[in-house]
Nanobody, 121 residues
């Protein structure tokens, strides 16, 4: 059984930092890409970043230069380092796993339960 479990969310002031973690268990090797998405009430889930097993990365323009995605396969963990956060970054953040890279959530077959990030001004 595949499980993705996020942690590290919370409340932070604008300009601060948070690091989200996503621990994967039971994930087949063919799922080479780990991605982070976020969603706010009334809006569609939005692509944030993705990282491949080889270390290739993609970012959404809205967070480029502020967030960094990484992974540590020996720990089956993906990370999202969030720096210089803004109130607009407030959302539930989800990690997900895909076989190929895509910015579309539909390409990701496994999802975590999400972790809330709240940024106050």
């Amino acid at each position: 059984q595949v499980q993705l479990v996020e942690s590290g969310g919370g409340s932070v002031q604008a300009g601060g930092s948070l690091r989200l973690s996503c621990v994967a268990s039971g994930l087949p090797f063919k799922f080479a890409w780990m991605g982070w998405f976020r969603q706010t009430p009334g809006k569609e889930r939005e692509f944030v970043a993705a990282v491949s097993r080889s270390g290739a990365t993609y970012y959404a323009d809205s967070i480029k230069g502020r967030f960094t995605i990484s992974r540590e396969d020996t720990r089956n963990t993906a990370y999202l380092q969030m720096n210089s956060v803004e109130p607009e970054d407030t959302a539930v953040y989800y990690c997900a796993a895909a076989r190929l890279f895509s910015r579309a959530g539909s390409a990701y077959e496994y999802w975590g339960q999400g972790t809330q990030v709240t940024v106050s001004s």
